[in-house]
């Protein structure tokens, strides 16, 4: 459910061998994209709810229902702005399957913030006194319905994936088997278990970044930058270059890029740099010219 560009569908492949039956999504680009990559998969563009449970799967018992409701109306990014009352339901489709077909598993994906699920004040904003209520009642749901239920917070840079990304994962299961939680592959290379060789280093954003293309000069742009990137390519500089003990020098061919360093220039009021031989912070969708830039000698 929720299907988008079917990055979840290609790792339940990969985890149990077979592609996914049944996709959902409203959004006719979404769907068009996951029908793509998935050609094997029937695909519904329709409103979630309105997707019956028995119909689409032919009465066929259900292994594994994945679900990834759209998260940015729990997320902190709203940054206490008034949110959709009905985007923040969608989780609810996941109890209509649970009871129209008992998956023996279902997998939800969201922000960490989804556990802060809670009714809306008369301002449109979450209420502070019963945050997280309706996340509490949605679990109690699948309970009563004979469910196991567990939740992690995990990152993507634990697993062997360039970025800090930070996500919610729920596990429900009814065939009595234990839910089983996946081992950190990597760690923090200055930790004690990487030293150890027991997890590999982190993949970082310079694992990634092709080196071999050239970057146009600041100095030579016909539209010179804007002031406030000026100052915050300078801030990196000091930060990054001037004063690190320990600079990161990346080789390429027979010259080397001294010090990159990463900067941020989608939000205007945080705007931030970043090591590049650490994993990438988290890549927003929809950032006009993208989200992050290098800067490098």
């Known amino acids: ?18 592609h996914v039956d049944v996709a959902v999504n409203h959004d006719r680009e ?136 930070k996500r919610l994962f729920l596990i429900a299961r009814r065939d009595g088997a234990p839910i089983v939680w996946p081992k950190p592959t990597h760690g923090d290379p200055a930790s004690a278990e990487v030293k150890a060789g027991k997890l590999l280093p982190w993949p970082t954003a310079a694992d990634v970044i092709d080196w071999s293309i050239p970057c146009p000069s600041i100095f030579e742009r016909k539209r010179p930058l804007a002031e406030n990137t000026l100052r915050r390519i300078a801030k990196g500089l000091e930060r990054f270059v001037i004063e690190t003990a320990q600079p990161f020098i990346v080789p390429v061919g027979h010259t080397s890029a001294l010090a990159p360093f990463i900067t941020e220039f989608a939000n205007a009021s945080h705007q931030r740099n970043m090591p590049a031989d650490e994993p990438l912070r988290t890549i927003c969708a929809q950032v006009k010219g993208g989200h992050f830039a290098l800067v490098s000698a």
């Open 1 to 18: 459910l929720f299907a988008g560009g079917g990055g979840a569908s290609t790792g339940i492949e990969q985890a149990i061998g077979r």
């Open 30 to 165: 979404a769907i068009s994209l996951h029908t793509a990559n998935h050609p094997q998969t029937r695909h519904f563009c329709s409103d979630v709810f309105e997707v019956d449970p028995l119909t689409v799967t032919d009465g066929q018992p259900v292994g594994l229902l994945w679900a990834s409701p759209d998260c940015k109306h729990f997320s902190k990014a709203k940054c206490g702005k008034p949110v959709s009352k009905k985007i923040r339901s969608l989780a609810w489709v996941v109890i209509k399957w649970a009871k129209a077909v008992q998956p023996r598993v279902i997998c939800l994906e969201n922000v960490e913030e989804f556990q802060t699920w809670g009714p809306l004040a008369a301002d449109g904003r979450p209420c502070p006194q019963r945050k997280g209520k309706t996340f509490a009642l949605w679990v109690a749901q699948l309970l009563n319905l004979g469910y196991a239920v567990e939740w992690r917070e995990l990152r993507a840079c634990d697993y062997g994936t360039p970025t800090i990304r």
